[in-house]
């Protein structure tokens, strides 16, 4: 059971709750980006549970220009250096390929720390075709959801990717993983790893509004620590 938590608070609630592990992200609102180096740093002080470090410098697409690139390599260095389980990354050609260059030099760079291949993989062009490409690079596992808007929508996929993968690489369905589709999912797709948010809404706490302006002052999202713990009892049974 790996849980995406998105800060330092949400990381100690998933592993409380009973998570094997965690991607640790922020920006869950656009998918993910890297956490700050001081979230990183604290969260491996910590938890004593798998910390997986998503590698992502901004929302959008999965083609990363020089600068992007260079800073992708730092925040892989830094991972690095503190000893994190994985890093979870993925890059893709315009055509909607694999970028396998780019991956292998930055499998080359993270090694011998782990690489995860992330939900790139769910705009690529051939799933099959990307799957024997990610394998050959020698990522541990991806993360996926077959293609579609949820893991439960793209459960044929993903069916079809763990029956091609044959326990070379680990298929890891994620997206709208939740207590009513967990249980259906993996025993559907035959897939051991299974990852989720598990967040819940979290109003500010300002008394004071201005009511001129309409942003940063909205909700956020956290890992909710009973979610957590619903999706662990439901695996155990």
Not at 80 to 107: H, R, W, Y
Not at 123 to 143: F, H, K, Q, T
């Amino acid at each position: 059971m790996e849980i995406c938590a998105n800060s330092f608070a949400s990381a100690i609630i998933a592993e409380r709750a009973g998570a094997s592990r965690i991607e640790l992200c922020t920006n869950l609102e656009n998918g993910g980006t890297t956490p700050s180096y001081g979230q990183i740093k604290l969260v491996k002080e910590k938890l004593s549970i798998g910390v997986n470090v998503l590698i992502r410098p901004r929302a959008g697409d999965f083609l990363y220009n020089d600068e992007e690139w260079a800073t992708i390599k730092e925040d892989v260095l830094f991972c690095k250096e503190l000893n994190c389980d994985s890093v979870v990354f993925g890059a893709l050609l315009p055509d909607g390929n694999v970028d396998t260059l780019k991956m292998q030099e930055l499998i080359d760079l993270a090694a011998p720390m782990p690489v995860v291949f992330h939900r790139a993989f769910d705009r690529c062009v051939d799933p099959e075709n990307a799957l024997e490409d990610i394998i050959s690079l020698g990522c541990i596992r991806i993360l996926t959801s077959g293609l579609c808007n949820s893991a439960f929508e793209g459960k044929e996929v993903l069916k079809s990717l763990q029956t091609q993968a044959h326990g070379r690489i680990e298929i890891m369905p994620g997206a709208g993983v939740n207590a009513q589709n967990i249980r259906q999912i993996l025993n559907y797709t035959g897939c051991t790893n299974i990852h989720a948010s598990a967040k819940e809404s979290v109003n500010t706490n300002m008394l004071y509004d201005q009511v001129n302006v309409s942003d940063m002052n909205e909700a956020t999202f956290t890992t909710s620590e009973e979610k957590v713990q619903q999706l662990v009892q439901l695996l155990e049974k």
